[in-house]
C-alpha cells in the first residue's frame, strides 16, 4: 500500500538557520505528492504541492522538489522565522484519476528559537 | 468565501455515549473527506464521498462508526458507543474533484473528541 515517512521530531533550530525535513514515500504509479502545514490552534493548510516528476513546489520561502528516483519530497526553507514554528506533513494522493484522498506522514514538530 | 466548517470544536463525553459531529464543505465542492488525527500522528482517511455516495469507506469501524451526506453537501459522522480509543480529532476536508490528481483539499478546524 502507500506510505509515507518522515523525519521525527521535534526539530529545534536557531532563527534564520536553513532547513531541511525529510520525506520518502512508497506507492504504487505516480503520485501526487504535498506538504501540509498545521499552527498551534489552527487547521491543515496546504504549503504546497508537486503532481509529477522534477515539479519544485514553493511557498512562503519553502520549497521541495518531487523526486521519482529517490521517492522523495524534501521541505527546505532557506531562513527560517519563529513563526515557522508548527507541525509539517508530508502527503501523497495516488494518481487513480480523481480525488482519491491523501495519505500522511506523521508528523514533523519544528520549533524555531530566537 | 468561507473554509470547511465544523461543529462542535470541542466535546468531551463518557464512554457508551453517542457523539455526532457535523461539517459544511466550501460551497461547490462535489468531495467530502472524514479524517481521524490521533495524538502526534497524521489523519488517516476514515470516509470519502463524491456527492452524496460513500465512493471510499474502508477504513471506517462499521460497528459504531456511520456516516451520512445528504443533497450532497452537509454531513454528518456518528458514533454510538464511544470508546476511550476515540478520542482524537475529526477533521472534516473538502475538494473540487476535476477528475485528475493532485487536487487541493481544504481543511477545516476539526473536532477534539475526548471520550472520559
Known amino acids: 500500500g502507500n506510505s509515507v515517512t518522515q523525519m521525527e521530531g521535534p526539530v529545534t533550530l536557531s532563527e534564520e538557520a536553513f532547513l531541511t525535513i525529510n520525506c520518502t514515500y512508497t506507492?504504487?504509479?505516480?503520485?501526487?505528492l504535498f506538504w501540509y502545514v498545521q499552527y498551534p490552534g489552527e487547521g491543515l493548510q496546504l504549503l504546497l504541492k508537486?503532481?509529477?516528476?522534477?515539479d519544485k513546489g514553493s511557498n512562503k520561502g519553502f520549497e521541495a522538489t518531487y523526486r521519482k528516483e529517490t521517492t522523495s519530497f524534501h521541505l527546505e526553507k532557506g531562513s527560517v522565522q519563529v513563526s515557522d514554528s508548527a507541525v509539517y506533513f508530508c502527503?501523497?494522493?495516488?494518481?487513480?484519476?480523481?480525488?482519491?484522498?491523501?495519505?500522511f506522514g506523521k508528523g514533523t514538530h519544528l520549533i524555531i528559537q530566537p | 468565501e468561507a473554509g470547511v466548517v465544523q461543529s462542535p470544536r470541542y466535546k468531551i463525553i463518557e464512554k457508551k455515549q453517542p457523539v455526532a459531529f457535523w461539517c459544511n464543505p466550501i460551497?461547490?465542492?462535489?468531495?467530502l473527506y472524514w479524517y481521524r488525527q490521533n495524538l502526534g500522528q497524521g489523519p488517516e482517511l476514515l470516509i470519502r464521498?463524491?456527492?452524496?455516495?460513500?465512493?471510499?469507506d474502508s477504513q471506517l469501524p462499521k460497528d459504531r462508526f456511520s456516516a451520512e451526506r445528504l443533497k450532497g453537501v452537509d454531513s454528518t459522522l456518528k458514533i454510538q458507543p464511544a470508546e476511550l480509543g476515540d478520542s482524537a480529532v475529526y477533521l472534516c476536508?473538502?475538494?473540487?474533484?476535476?477528475?485528475?490528481?493532485?487536487?487541493?483539499?481544504?481543511f477545516g478546524e476539526g473536532s477534539w473528541l475526548t471520550v472520559v
Open positions: 464521498y463524491e456527492n452524496e455516495e460513500a465512493v471510499d
Open positions: 502527503a501523497l494522493e495516488y494518481s487513480g484519476g480523481g480525488a482519491d484522498g491523501l495519505t
Open positions: 506507492a504504487t504509479g505516480y503520485p501526487s
Open positions: 476536508a473538502s475538494s473540487f474533484d476535476r477528475g485528475i490528481s493532485g487536487n487541493t483539499i481544504y
Open positions: 508537486a503532481t509529477k516528476a522534477d
Open positions: 460551497s461547490g465542492h462535489n468531495t
